[in-house]
RNA sequence: GGCCUGUUGGUGAAGUGGUUAACACAUCACCCUCUCAAGGUGACAUUCAUGGGUUCAAGUCCCAUACAGGCUACCA
């Protein structure tokens, strides 16, 4: 019996050849270096943070060169695939502001020409490629069922013998055609392996865009390529769709690496060009436990998730940015001397990007948020706070929106300046900042006062400022000096050099009489400038908040 | 067990054989200051996982060891 049997045999009702899907899925019209690179998740139902990492990496490097982002679903394990798996995934990033230029965009729909971009869906086009290379005696059909492959497992490891199917412990490899296909008809199961012509002694150079290159034993294992489901595995799919997908650089994690010999080879078994490899190194984090460090895992770790920012209201830009800095060497300190540009303006190079795991430090994070919040206009800031209490915190939601005009001049407060304020660093932060702004929450208080405790002389403060000195329109030079005449008056420092010099002389400061106020209108020690905070207010609910005490 | 990859301060890191190992975050101190935040000034790696070697010269090249991660599935 012939290859070409055989292949008919395994798969009757295939008929398209190679050439067929070719035509179907031309080569790209681009310009020259623009990169076709695509997203590949498996719709398991969980966006690791490190998804985020793959796609804002594929995406940058696309744009930059005016190519093709593309989403493709990776479900060949039916075991794994989850309900709306895909539009979870479609949803997460798309918070991120992550899309695509072609790809799924809902459980069945998909945008462009070079679909489906779900993988169950190209059941035929894969086998038409197996088909193939059973033609062509590439590849074959082997009858070994698990228990078997595990007893060569064994033996494998018990005489320290290399662990596979190769050479010798590759039972099916060597069968005649007659006998593959007296046990097909047999009705026997089996699946399609690939049959390699590596040799494990000689050694295959790989390249990889981001470590350059690397140097493996070829590969000489007859890896799975159709399983009994009559889906590829990975490692099959990946050469078939990033073919006729045509696309040009492969940015995925690290962990294929050691798969680079096996996806050489199957790509030269084609005769198809090796695209580009780029491998991105993994998330990880410093375990409490042992000290040691460790991948990010989605199971110990509450930040892996990328719906953890969602909630806590961290921009997407943010960490956008911090992956970034995380990642790619260079960026921190071009943006730092570019504050005006923006990350699309930084040309991002595989060569910048990380060897090794970065670690994950929510502190710089948080730090880059505050900067990145510190310079956004009021406005802006009310708008995503909002879309974000409507979805998190309606209670503080309705009364944020009541009084659009009033929260916006409370958040501007110190913003728009040279020199911001950086006190909010997501937009969970805001209603712990100003939430003594709005009377309805100015409930149930407990005030903070410090050096000046005593209540006879707190009251005696808010009195003599509220009758003698407090003007509604005063500027902020005239309210200070005001303050500073009824620190004189009442024995206090107006003049903080002074005081240092001679505290004894004096019942406290004007930062102690500020503070008594500060703290009669806010019960924090911590607020915002004061004059600013007075002037919001107005005169009325400064009587009444002082009243209240 | 085999095969890859990685290892520069608390963290992210620059660094591709040649002066005192950039920069950022964090931390600490001081200054400024009505509080906080911010800002300013300064401190913080006698040393680049360890041990050898090559060289006039090594974080940078070579070898070994240690540690960490990955792969070694009809999972991706």
């Known amino acids: 019996m012939t290859n070409e049997e055989l292949a008919n045999l395994i798969f009757p009702n295939i008929t398209k050849e190679i050439e067929d899907y070719e035509k179907e899925y031309p080569k790209r019209d681009l310009k020259e270096g623009a990169i076709v690179t695509r997203y590949a998740p498996s719709p398991t139902g969980f966006i690791h943070i490190g998804a985020l990492l793959a796609s804002f990496t594929g995406k940058t490097f696309a744009k930059q060169t005016d190519g093709i982002f593309y989403l493709r679903i990776e479900d060949t394990d039916t075991k794994r695939t989850v309900d709306n798996g895909i539009t979870e995934i479609i949803n997460g990033l798309k918070e991120f502001e992550v899309t695509f230029d072609e790809g799924p965009i809902s459980e069945t729909e998909s945008n462009g020409n070079y679909g489906p971009y779900i993988q169950s869906e190209r059941k035929e086009i894969y086998q038409a490629f197996v088909k193939h290379l059973i033609k062509e005696g590439k590849a074959y059909p082997c009858f070994c069922s698990a228990e078997e492959i595990d007893l060569v497992r064994k033996e494998q490891e018990r ?12 039972k099916c490899r060597e069968m ?44 000489d294992l007859d890896i799975v390529i159709n399983k009994k489901d009559g889906l590829p595995t990975y490692h099959f799919a ?19 690496i050691s798969s680079l010999p096996l996806h050489y080879q199957l790509f030269q078994a084609f005769n198809f060009k090796v695209p580009k490899y780029a491998h991105i190194s993994p998330l990880a984090k410093i375990d409490e436990e042992t000290g040691g460090v460790r991948k990010l ?39 730092l001397h570019n504050p005006d540009k923006t990350i699309e303006d930084y040309k991002f190079e595989f060569k910048k990007m990380s060897k090794s795991a970065g670690l994950f430090d929510l502190e710089k994070l948080n730090n880059i948020c505050r900067n990145y919040i510190s310079r956004l206009k009021a406005d802006n800031l009310y708008n995503r706070t909002q879309t974000y209490l409507k ?14 005009d009033y929260s916006i001049s409370i958040l501007n407060i110190e913003r728009e300046q040279k020199k911001p304020r950086k006190d909010i660093s997501c937009y969970s932060d805001v209603k712990k900042e100003i939430w003594y702004m709005y ?7 407990n005030y903070e006062f410090q050096n ?24 902020k030079d005239t309210w200070f000096n005001k303050m ?61 908040r002082f009243n209240k005490i």
């Open 391 to 404: 979805q998190y915190d309606l209670d503080f939601y309705n009364i944020f929106t009541k009084d659009k």
């Open 297 to 335: 895992s989605k199971r110990k770790d509450p930040e892996c998730a990328m719906s953890y920012y969602h909630k806590l209201g961290i921009p997407y830009e943010a960490v956008r940015l911090y992956l970034a800095t995380i990642t790619s060497s260079n960026f921190e300190e071009w943006y």
């Open 452 to 475: 000046i405790n005593d209540k006879e002389e707190i009251k005696n403060i808010l009195n003599t400022y509220i009758t003698k000195y407090y003007d509604e329109n005063d500027d």
């Open 238 to 256: 990946h050469i078939v769709d990033d073919y006729l997908m045509r696309t040009t650089h492969i940015i995925r994690a690290d962990e294929w």
């Open 439 to 445: 009377d309805e929450l100015f409930t149930n208080l």
């Open 176 to 219: 005649s055609n007659d006998e593959r296909a007296r046990r097909i008809k047999n009705g026997e199961s089996y699946i399609i392996r690939f049959r390699s012509n590596g040799d494990y002694n000689k050694k295959i150079i790989c390249h990889d865009e981001i470590r350059g290159d690397i140097a493996f034993p070829e590969n």
């Open 484 to 544: 500073k005449s009824l620190c004189d008056k009442l024995g206090y420092a107006s003049d903080m050099k002074e005081y240092k010099l001679n505290p004894t002389s004096y019942k406290g400061s004007v930062a102690d009489v500020s503070m008594v106020i500060r703290v009669a209108l806010t019960t924090k020690t911590m607020t915002p400038d004061l004059y600013e905070i007075m002037k919001i207010l107005g005169r009325n609910r400064i009587v009444e």
């Open 159 to 170: 005489s320290k013998a290399r662990i596979g199917y190769y050479g010798s412990y590759a």
